[in-house]
């Protein structure tokens, strides 16, 4: 086992990854920029080092600082937690050969299937169904037009090395096509420094589906169910659920195998999730990505199955075997969890500021992962996520029911956030049906109207 571990992130993830540090006996160091100075995993740790400036790309995107900060502290590994450099392969590199684990799975493999093409060509020898679309990146706009006009409109454009929603563009005729390629690839270059774009198919109404996958370096590979993360603002999932309403046993069963042969091709190991579109009026779904690291939405798995899925990262990475095998795995009941931003109800532009009241709920079935405490600043520089508030159930019903009590008394306030938005969201007799889709937003809510409620 480890003796020390650095925890490369901040939020509600360093805190969760320092409480599994803490179960395990295991020592940590909290890094931070000069504006998380005030911050929770920095109070908790046992160690903290400052590697930066405010901004993202001095200090937590700053590997040089992140690795000194490792050496100097005498860490022996790094756990990314999720964004940042939680998929970086040359972090994953730089780490290992300055003689620190890092915990995740290798560089290769976080390098084959953060290439949206590579992974997509892998998952397809596989067996595993992928969308119709192009074999690698598309060269220009008139090869887009040729392969569109094969497919049938529409189609979405999407970054090579993209991921988190960013770098898409839905395109429905010729004309939008032409106007729409390179600004997809203006998009690309700006987030992720690769211009490169592919073509697949567009589903106009799909499931967003993604199961859980955590594997050992000793060849153990085990699904732990699925999540439905169909409820999304600009492919930013909002709301994400377990098990998903969609699926029947049988459909389940498959994607689940599904899954397993996209992990088993890249001999995966450590936390991962295949995500998966599901196109309701066929039945048919279709690979879209997997994340090599653990999720936002990692503790609605927890609940459902009762596993540490954060414990289980580190003891994989030490060289431990998983805890459970397949055939030992159970699911119990049903989880939700709300992802609660602080952002302008209207706008959802991000809302900084000073938190004057924060008051959260509790009792049987309820957990709230979160860094916010009275008193406390949100900076504008990082994610506006606040706080994920996850309840579970015996049924589905039962998990709805402990949500909307958590969101009525839930006290957030000097700051604005999307509470009232998830009010909506569980008040909704489709929602409650479990008759969603990833377009139920844009097709339900208006932003003025929650603008209007939460004042």
Known sequence: MFRKILIANRGEIALRILWACKDLGVRTVAVHSQADTDSLHVKFADEDVCVGPPRSKDSYLNISSIIAAAEITDADAIHPGYGFLAESAHFAEVSEACGITFIGPSPEIIRQMGDKVRARQTVAAAGVPVLPGSDGAVPGPEEALHLAADIGYPVILKAVAGGGGRGMRIVRDEEEMVRSFEVARLEAKGAFD????????????????????LGDKHGSLIQLGERDCSIQRRHQKLVEESPSPALSPELRARMAEAALKAGRAVNYHSAGTIEFLLDEDSGRFYFIEMNTRIQVEHPVTEMVTRLDLVKEQILVAAGERLSVRQDEVRFHGAAIECRINAEDPETFAPSPGLITSFHLPGGPGIRVDTAAYPEYRVPPFYDSLLAKMITHGNSRREALTRMKRCLEVTVIEGIRTNLALHQRILSDPEF????????????????????RKAD
Request: net charge neutral; glycine share 2%; proline share 5%.
């Open 432 to 451: 409650q049906a479990g008759r969603f889709n990833t377009r139920f937003l844009e097709k339900y809510f208006v932003p003025a109207d929650l603008a």
């Open 194 to 213: 690769v211009a490169d774009v592919y073509l697949e198919k567009y589903l106009e109404r799909p499931r967003h589906i993604e199961f859980q996958l």
